[in-house]
């Protein structure tokens, strides 16, 4: 069956060094979707990917989606304490959640 | 505020019990969609309702039951619980059936003791 994964599952940096998670599904994905999760707090919509090697910003966020659609990235540059929580790929139709990366910045 | 509320926020129960999750979905939202999140895990996908019917099925077991209104409410129903149902359900509403942005309620904290 469908299956997403997502690493790694943890991810200390120290305040404005980067972050990328990453998400590998083993066949293609016709969209994924990129949520966060604030500590005790629930998902919050941030991106959906569809087009075959599309990029997309969002301030110092860059969501990626591979030439194959059959993985995705999600890079932070210069993290802050504010991008603390957990980041979680979704796809296809948000009926297959990755198994998320728990972000920690240390200040 | 997403504009979905779950109710209630905490339910703390014995093994063996039935109970009731709702869920209310953002005002124009036709789809709601029902996960699962055990401590530290994913969110694990369980069933999806569109204008009343059921759209998709994930990982459900067959305690659990579900169903979406006409007033487009939605309930889940977990019954003959263990204690491996300890965990955090979120429901969550799109305005369409392909979920192209989903909302989440806050969730309800379920503890089976």
């Known amino acids: 069956g469908q299956q997403v994964m997502q690493i790694p599952q943890y991810q200390h940096v120290q305040e404005g060094e980067d972050f990328t998670t990453y998400c590998n599904s083993s066949?293609?994905?016709?969209?994924i979707q990129w949520y966060k999760q604030r500590p005790g707090g629930h998902p919050v919509f941030l991106i959906q990917?569809?087009?075959?090697?599309e990029v997309k910003k969002q301030k110092r966020l860059t969501f990626q989606f591979g030439e194959a659609k059959k993985n995705s990235s999600l890079h932070i540059t210069a993290t802050q304490t504010t991008d603390v929580g957990t980041y979680f790929c979704?796809?296809?139709?948000?009926?297959?959640f990755g198994t998320g990366t728990r972000l920690t910045v240390i200040p | 505020d997403s504009g979905v509320t779950q109710t209630p926020k905490h339910l703390i129960t014995a093994t063996g019990q039935r109970v009731t999750l709702r869920c209310s979905p953002r005002?124009?939202?036709?789809?709601v969609y029902w996960y699962q999140q055990s401590l530290d895990q994913g969110l694990q996908f369980l069933i999806q309702?569109?204008?009343?019917?059921?759209?998709a099925k994930g990982n459900i077991l067959e305690r659990f039951s579900a169903q979406q209104f006409p007033d487009l409410h939605s309930e889940l129903n977990l019954s003959s619980l263990e204690l491996g149902d300890s965990a955090l359900y979120f429901c969550?509403?799109?305005?369409?059936?392909?979920?192209?942005?989903?909302?989440f309620g806050n969730g309800t904290r379920l503890t089976v003791t």
């Open positions: 005002s124009g939202d036709l789809s």
């Open positions: 309702y569109y204008n009343g019917e059921e759209r």
């Open positions: 066949t293609t994905l016709s969209n």
């Open positions: 979704a796809g296809p139709d948000n009926l297959f």
């Open positions: 969550a509403s799109s305005v369409d059936g392909q979920g192209v942005t989903l909302h």
């Open positions: 990917l569809v087009k075959s090697g």
